[in-house]
């Protein structure tokens, strides 16, 4: 992704994953291959892989600069977790050399925050020091939302692996947390806003420069689902108020000026929800680009 600017808030990404990941039906339990194929067009090639019938699903995390704080949002798999999905067990990505590659050290991240406590958004939280898990972001308040904190308590053990243990309560252990809320402030015009569907206690970002953007989590896994918003992932916790939360999202956002950054999407994620005959479609910052041969 190019770095967007806000007008006095800066973001950047930095990947963990980029690639095609999962059978539309397998990521989408309502699609049918016949409405999936209505998309191929303009999903080819880079969101939609036809040969393997693929949907490509990157893996990222932002960096946000504004004038007061840098904060780090979703933190994507990390290194070294036990996870039961292999492809996440004792993971060995590029993201911390990504992540420096933008000039950054672990110790300038003042906050970090999660939009929610799957797996793939908490990883690098921490990091293996002589055995033990400890804050990669050694000068961060880290922000977790305090109703998917206690469902997440409330439902242990999680079938993904031990990830409050080794993501979540390390931090609350080293005294970096804060549990926060739907319409936490970070600063002015940086802000937390529930969006509860995809977990309990789904949050995303407001950041208003000149510009307005929301960073949008999990709320959304491929653009299809901006076409066809009732399509919930595999991954929804319930899958119907997931339906209705992000239909509600894409109708509050339609034709605004706000950018829109999920954390999965192709196609350097960035994009705004514009109107189609009966919907909604997503139109990206960036051109379609080459896959990798
Ligand atoms: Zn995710």
């Not at 600063?187 to 206690?201: F, I, N, Q, R, S």
């Not at 970002?205 to 066809?228: C, F, K, N, S, Y």
Request: charged letters at 20%.
């Amino acid at each position: 992704m190019k770095p967007i600017d806000l007008g006095g808030i800066v973001i950047r990404d930095v990947m963990e994953f980029a690639g095609p990941r999962f059978r539309p039906h397998d990521l989408l339990p309502d699609s049918t291959p016949e409405a999936v194929a209505a998309h191929r067009h303009w999903m080819e090639p880079d969101l939609y892989d036809a040969a393997r019938d693929l949907l490509w699903m990157d893996r990222r995390s932002y960096v946000i600069e504004t004038r007061h704080h840098r904060i780090l949002v979703d933190t994507c798999v990390g290194a070294d977790k036990e996870r039961t999905k292999p492809q996440w067990h004792h993971l060995n990505s590029p993201w911390m050399g990504n992540f420096r590659a933008l000039g950054l050290a672990p110790e300038q991240v003042d906050v970090v925050f999660c939009t929610h406590l799957h797996a793939d958004h908490v990883g690098w939280n921490t990091r293996l020091a002589d055995g033990r898990w400890v804050p990669t972001f050694p000068n961060a308040r880290y922000l977790f939302g305090r109703i998917e904190f206690a469902f997440w308590q409330a439902n242990q053990p999680d079938p993904d692996g031990p990830i409050l243990e080794d993501s979540v309560q390390p931090i609350l252990d080293a005294g970096q947390a804060v549990l926060v809320d739907d319409r936490y402030e970070i600063e002015p015009g940086v802000y937390l806003e529930l969006t509860a569907g995809h977990t309990p206690g789904h949050l995303c970002l407001h950041l208003q420069g000149t510009r307005h953007a929301v960073l949008t989590g999990d709320l959304m896994h491929h653009p299809i689902q901006v076409w066809e918003p009732q399509w919930s992932s595999c991954f929804c916790h319930d899958p119907a108020h997931s339906g209705r939360t992000r239909t509600a999202f894409l109708q509050r956002h339609c034709e605004s000026d706000a950018l829109i950054l999920p954390t999965h999407f192709g196609r350097g994620a960035a994009g705004r929800v514009m109107p189609r005959p009966g919907g909604f479609r997503f139109d990206f910052l960036e051109p379609p680009a080459a896959p990798p041969t």
